[in-house]
């Protein structure tokens, strides 16, 4: 699947990722119809996080179904 993923402050990049895999019995995958990026995304971008490495898929506001 492709992934905004963050490559380190003010760098971003639009690329393949794996597929997502049921790790635990309350996981759920959902098949997404629209995402964006949020304010905490742009934290990130920006640097503010520094806890948040390089290889982080971003966007976490969603809507779809499971
Ligand atoms: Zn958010």
């Given at each position: ?37 949020c ?6 971008l ?21």
């Open positions: 699947m492709k992934a905004l993923v963050y490559q380190g402050p003010g760098k971003k990049d639009w690329m393949e990722v794996p597929d997502p895999v049921i790790q635990q019995p309350t996981d759920v995958i959902v098949k997404m119809i629209a995402t964006t990026i304010g905490t995304d742009l934290h990130i920006k640097g503010d996080l520094p806890e948040v490495e390089v290889g982080r898929i971003l966007g976490h506001e969603g809507v779809g179904t499971v």
